[in-house]
């Protein structure tokens, strides 16, 4: 197998719930820094529309979401598993749920005027360098959002201190949210709230209330991130360049394909973000499972490669000419 790259860059949360299950399962990588911001054309090469952050790359495979890395993970190093038999249907509710209400709730919060002075630097000596950079990122955000219903300040801090309680709940007996042991529950729910004790961690009082969290907290983040090597983005390209994807064919054809939509395979699709970061991704399908959907793209810069999305969150249609 190649080696696993992830594009990430360090703010982001959904990155670092990716870093610390490199930790977990002691998986080596290797680390391309891509902007937070557009323009992003090597991510955009590699993609091939999906922008959001991180992605995972293994050869001329390319997969976007941090939920289908989580799962391509598992069936790299099933062990320690992040989805245990007997708890894996609500692990991966709860993880759900950490991933998006959490997950807004925490940003609506953090993003408050102190929080985003910290983020940017705003009360700092270079104040009008830091003002424009918080406001090319506003917007960058914004068109992501694509009309997405935005909590205030106010109430997102109201449903953040909620939220804690009940992750605090979960924690009186365990450790961990489901046992003695992290899962993907764990992972999906800590990262927003890694964002609010470090990178704005002036908005960290909201945990006082809750010292089961941080304690979590201290034990989530001694995982660590395992061993990692930089790599630049072009280098990551050649890596596209000098591999075949991995073959999708199976002797069960059920497994690479379960129609939902009445588009065959062979067919031009778009797949697109159902909520957040509407850039649509276009490409052949090759394969619809249960869990996930496979584009193969050809680019100028990369050559033939496979762009995969979870079913979950995610909208296909057909296009036509």
């Not at 490409?283 to 979870?310: C, K, N, Q, S, W």
Request: aromatic residues 10%; contains cysteine.
């Amino acid at each position: 197998m190649s080696d696993i790259i992830l594009h990430h860059y360090p703010n982001s949360p959904f990155s670092e719930k990716v870093r610390l299950i490199f930790g977990y399962k002691g998986l080596n990588w290797q680390s391309v820094i891509i902007p937070p911001i557009m323009p992003k054309p090597d991510v955009m090469a590699l993609t091939g529309g999906y922008r959001k952050t991180p992605f995972m790359q293994i050869g001329a495979d390319i997969y976007c979401d941090s939920a289908l890395i989580c799962d391509v993970l598992e069936k790299i190093q099933p062990n320690p598993t992040l989805y245990p038999e007997h708890q894996k249907g609500a692990a991966r509710i709860i993880a759900q749920w950490g991933d998006t209400t959490l997950f807004w709730a925490a940003m609506g919060y953090n993003f408050s005027p102190a929080g985003s002075a910290q983020m940017f630097g705003i009360d700092s000596p270079h104040a009008t360098e830091a003002i424009e950079n918080a406001k090319i990122f506003a917007e960058d955000r914004a068109k992501m959002r694509s009309g997405m219903p935005r909590l205030s300040a106010a109430d997102a801090a109201a449903s953040y201190k909620s939220y804690l309680r009940r992750i605090s709940n979960m924690l009186v007996e365990h450790p961990y949210l489901m046992g003695d042991k992290p899962c993907i529950a764990d992972f999906a729910v800590y990262h927003p709230l890694w964002f609010t004790r470090h990178r704005t961690s002036v908005m960290a009082g909201i945990f006082g209330a809750t010292p089961n969290v941080l304690t979590w907290m201290d034990r989530m983040a001694a995982i660590g991130h395992a061993q990692s090597s930089k790599l630049n983005a072009i280098n990551s390209i050649a890596v596209c360049e000098n591999n075949r994807p991995a073959s999708i064919e199976s002797d069960d054809a059920s497994s690479i394909f379960q129609d939902e939509h009445g588009i065959p395979l062979g067919s031009t699709v778009t797949i697109t973000s159902e909520s957040f970061g509407p850039e649509p991704t276009q490409g052949e399908l090759i394969a619809a499972t249960r869990m996930h959907y496979t584009l193969r793209r050809h680019d100028e810069r990369v050559g033939e490669v496979h762009v995969h999305f979870p079913r979950i969150g995610y909208v296909m249609k057909k296009v036509t000419t």
